[in-house]
Structure formats: structure tokens, C-alpha cells
């Protein structure tokens, strides 16, 4: 009976689940908000460790090569086993994702070279 029920809430739209909702609250006379609140509590308590916690992996983006493009592709390469030709079009074609998962000491080292370089780089 129950997956009847949810069967038919799947193709209620959005207007008549509000409608079905406030129904319910004046019938048993309960409201819905105090449950999705306590639920959403233990939620945030339980990602409040995660966010605590230090990333330790970043995504290296290369955003904008700035004025001096030469030097960026010099640095590019030297951070990267990139060719001239692939770093070239890298960094024409910024935004480039450098690096999907450097560790943290490693994606500060490529921030800076490239920054140093003249690029805009972002860490993620």
C-alpha cells in the first residue's frame, strides 16, 4: 500500500504536493517542518568534521595566461611533462586544468611558478 502512496505522490505536481502537505498538517494537525529540521540537524553536525578537516588534494586551473604568454607556457612546462606545442595551446585556451589531484604542497608550488609566470590560477 505504501509504494501505492509514493507512486502517486511522484506524479503529483509540485502545487498539489503543497496543497497535499498543508492537508495533512490541518487533518492530524502536525507540521512537517519540525521533522525536516531535525533531521537536517544531525546532517550539519555530521559534515561539520568534514569541512573541519584540511583538504589535502586540489585541482590546479589554469584561469588566464595574462599579458606575457610566453613566459606562462615556460612555466606550464616546467610544472607539467607537457610538449611546446600542447602547453602553447593550454594556455590559448585557458581555462586548462593543470593538475585534477595535486597535493597540497605540490599545488602551491604550481600556483606560484605560474603566477611568478604572469597567469591567473585557481586552486580547488
Do not use: H
Not at 487533518?27 to 519540525?34: I, M
Not at 581555462?95 to 590560477?121: C, M, R
Amino acid at each position: 500500500m505504501a509504494s501505492k502512496f509514493v507512486e502517486e505522490i511522484k506524479k503529483m505536481s509540485v502545487m498539489e504536493l503543497a496543497e497535499l502537505i498543508k492537508t495533512l498538517e490541518e487533518t492530524f494537525g502536525v507540521s512537517a517542518a519540525a521533522p525536516a529540521a531535525a533531521v537536517a540537524m544531525p546532517a550539519a553536525a555530521a559534515a561539520a568534521p568534514a569541512a573541519a578537516e584540511e583538504k589535502l588534494e586540489y585541482k590546479v586551473t589554469l584561469k588566464d595566461a595574462g599579458a606575457n604568454k610566453i613566459n606562462v607556457i615556460k612555466a606550464l612546462r616546467a610544472v607539467t611533462s607537457l610538449s611546446l606545442g600542447a602547453a602553447k595551446e593550454a594556455v590559448e585556451n585557458a581555462p586548462f586544468v593543470v593538475s585534477e589531484a595535486a597535493p597540497k604542497e605540490e599545488a602551491q608550488k604550481i600556483k606560484k611558478e605560474l603566477e611568478t609566470a604572469g597567469a591567473k590560477v585557481e586552486l580547488a
